[in-house]
């Protein structure tokens, strides 16, 4: 097959999963909604899409594809790229031995003509690529990165980002061109060293403070213990436990230190997706996302008593999330099992008792907190708390594709679809699903 070929291959496969995204919603509102917040942004502050070098290795005609993509769609985003395999051959082929520190790659003075041929020719290579796919990408292997030496005495010629030029990244930006950056910084002096090309994206962020933050990767996620990816990760919960596992190896552990780096200097609504190239539109375009979402992030209340609530927070959320109010004395009447709460109130999950289930009675998340993967964090505190598990849902609500996937069955009944997770026995069912189908309406009809 032929390099042409191949391009096409790639760029038809991520057109296709463009063409399935779209047809699997129901009139394309979530990606028009996604299209006009980003319209409203500057081309430079749209997004920031860190790649690993073993995507340009493995994957360099379906990652191109994808980034031209967006271009067809009036977007350009700032790409950062590592070489960490490339780095690793080229240097073994010189005859130096790849070290690293702390998830650090030890740079003699050697190594750096080695590391700016490797990572110019990679940079090169990914824009020539998206060329080849119809799109438009500038070449800025340096220049953008100024830099200090971390410690020279350990680390040899590793730098630490400390301030960015962004006149080529907003002119390539706005000239409609992808600005694609190797991570090669320069110290004030005019020494090059090497950047880590996690500590290059954040110190990107922090000058850009971009709409959206992806990090692709060949694995689409970050993998727990089993090898399986990790959905979301919030860092007001979830961080120094993570740290703490045994199965968090040194890069790992580094890229969640930077990314918290990152996040820190954020608003709180910004979030960092890990992802593959080919689901890339699906993260950008849809609240479900895909790979893994990290986001600073909201501590999540447990509450098992109406008094530690904020009730009438709660019901503003309930309110905005499903665009109607609540009947008159919902919350007198509720007898309440456990709720879990956002800290800021912007999402939720409110229980009762059905029998010897759990009854999930309200599901809440603002429109603003669905693309930070909110809902998600609470979604999972609750299954956590109750692995057997009833809800029902209006059958039109565009949340049941998610209650679908979660579900462990399903029946419907005129307008309402009943859900639930946990072994159920036919006569189960029944009895459960008749006795939800009964109960009263708990919002005010729509008007």
Sequence with gaps: MTNAQTTGKATSEVRQTIVQLLSHMRDGKEIREYLHRFSGVEQERFAVIKVGGAVIRDDLDGLSAALAFLQTVGLSPVVVHGGGPQLDEALSEAGIATERVNGLRVTPD???PVIRETLTSANLSLVDAIRDCGGHAAAIPSGVFEAEIKDEAVLGRVGEPSRVRLELVAAAARAGQAPILACLGETADGRLVNVNAD?????LVQALQPYKVVFLTGT?????????????????TDFEELLEADWVNGGMQLKLQEIKRLLDDLPLSSSVSITKPAELARELFTHAGSGT???????????????????????QLVSQAFGRPTVAGYWDSLRMEQAFITENYRAAAVTTRLDDWVYLDKFAVLDDAKGEGLGRAVWHRLVE???KLLWRSKTDNPVNSFYFAECSGAVKHNDWTVFWRGEMTP?????????????????????
């Design 110 to 112: 050697a190594a750096i």
């Design 199 to 203: 500590a290059a994206v954040r110190a």
């Design 220 to 236: 689409g996620g970050l993998l727990d213990a089993a090898g399986e990816i990790l959905s979301s990760i919030n860092l007001a």
């Design 293 to 315: 979402l990290i986001r600073r992030g909201e501590r999540i209340l447990a509450a098992s008593s109406m008094d530690e609530i904020d009730v009438p927070r709660l019901d």
């Design 385 to 387: 708390y109750a692995p």
């Design 427 to 447: 006569a189960d069912v029944d009895a459960a699903v008749s006795k939800i189908f009964a109960l009263p309406a708990t919002l005010e009809p729509k008007s």
